[in-house]
């Protein structure tokens, strides 16, 4: 259960970078 939830925290925190860089990069 504990894997569940931090894979969806990793998934949540890559997806949040990933959505900063494109505004940086813009």
Same mark, same amino acid.
């Given at each position: ?6 894979f ?5 925190a890559? +997806? !949040?970078?990933?959505? !900063?860089?494109?505004? +940086?990069?813009?």
């Amino acid at each position: 259960m504990s894997l569940l939830i931090a894979f969806l925290v990793w998934n949540v925190a890559s +997806t !949040s970078i990933d959505a !900063s860089e494109c505004l +940086t990069l813009e």
